[in-house]
């Protein structure tokens, strides 16, 4: 098979029928991706609205021991911690087409167009004068330039790259700002661990249901398909598939 | 620290001094970054081309253990494998102003735009009509029609999510196709894998200088870092602090 003669020629219907043979097995990215999710759902339990983003976590690292570095923020009805609570703020924050505001432009392209009528910004690009007035980073002060704005209050808030991003988020969120959801997944060696960390104790504090995760790991990638995964949970809510509780005060609001 | 009254007001001024405090140990993401691989290299060896894509990789994963899943295909002049082969072949490319390549939107938003003179596209969007007629995946048939426009000779072609991407660049590739390097890293459970060896065992038999690493893990972060330092290695030689062997073709070039 990998044995063709090299003739240089790039005829397309060598390439049709090569690949009409191999859709046989792989069809198409729908198909591998159902495939992938039901490896994972071998190994990551399916009973909860947690444990879909924990799938997600899963499939979109590639490993299958994430699971266990995710961690909800968040209360249900009763006051007590629950960890489905920033699942369903997140869904219903999508249902209500809330703006999404990612920190990069990375984890915006990464955010499905489909099946919400959010608008989707980006931080980055702005607060620049900001930035070099203070010497903070770009992108810890386009978040604060957005929360200026009132962009963040009612948002889905996805970080995926900038510690120094989440840093300011959670002072945004100590003095007042009440995001729907914040998702909050920086990597690497630098204050990463330390901003989500950060994250968590604001949003408890104040009432903000958060997911984050443990440990260096992480990234825009995984960001994205939480994010992704709110949107897919809205969706099926949507079409009826899922209930979700009535009301969502109940879920975070004001502490 | 976390404990200010909670005003409501988002006063400029506040924010200014608080991350001017801030300041002195963040300062700006430049410094972050410049510890994070200070950290990196703690623990990843600085010896060769390679060890610098190493250090990158376990940066953007935040894994220091992920320095030992990358692959290196390539060879050197005297025609013996040869690690720093694909990074050198890299880093020519760029110089050359050759174009960049990705299977998806969210990997060509992870590439820097400094540095370089490269057009970056991005083949997703392409092949439509294809993958509609063949039931083939989308990113295969964009592949597919990139490298029947010739975009592919020549080119840094960098897969960061889609395995069918990296199939069909790996049958591209055996029908004659000579990009300058190509870099890949789909994550997942199906056919992630199984790809990245493909790309291998058709760079190997071509001579086409390639980067890809082992195992499930990987995505468009990972894809877009490793790009990235190609571009970084490439301003080095540009600006006199590392030189190159004379030469290119004894790096690849049609077997």
Do not use: W
Not at 127 to 136: D, K, N, S, V, W
Not at 209 to 223: C, D, E, Q
Not at 226 to 253: C, F, K, M, Q, W
């Amino acid at each position: 098979m990998t044995d063709r003669p090299e003739t240089g020629a790039r005829a397309e219907p060598d390439f049709d029928e090569e690949y009409a043979d191999l859709g046989a097995t792989t069809r198409n990215a729908m198909e591998i991706a159902e495939t992938s999710m039901d490896i994972v759902r071998e190994f990551v339990p399916d009973e909860t609205l947690a444990d879909r983003l924990r799938q997600k976590s899963v499939h979109s690292m590639g490993d299958i021991e994430f699971q266990h570095l995710l961690r909800f923020t968040g209360t249900g009805p009763d006051g007590d911690p629950d960890e489905d609570a920033p699942v369903r703020a997140g869904a219903r924050a999508v249902l209500d087409a809330a703006t999404v505001v990612t920190d990069i432009t990375m984890v915006k392209a990464g955010i499905t167009g489909r099946g919400h009528d959010c608008e989707v910004i980006k931080a980055i690009g702005r607060g620049t004068e900001l930035a070099e007035r203070t010497g903070m980073t770009r992108t810890a002060a386009s978040m604060l330039e957005l929360d200026g704005e009132g962009a963040l209050d009612g948002s889905v808030v996805t970080v995926g790259n900038a510690p120094t991003a989440a840093l300011a988020l959670a002072d945004c969120i100590e003095q007042g700002t009440r995001p729907a959801v914040v998702l909050a997944h920086p990597v690497g060696f630098v204050k990463a661990e330390e901003s989500r960390a950060r994250i968590r104790e604001a949003c408890e504090a104040r009432g903000v249901p958060a997911i984050t995760h443990v440990g260096r790991r992480g990234g825009s990638g995984l960001a994205a398909a939480l994010t992704n995964e709110l949107i897919h949970v809205a969706t099926d809510v949507r079409t009826g598939e899922l209930e979700l509780p009535p009301g969502s005060g109940d879920d975070g609001g004001a502490a």
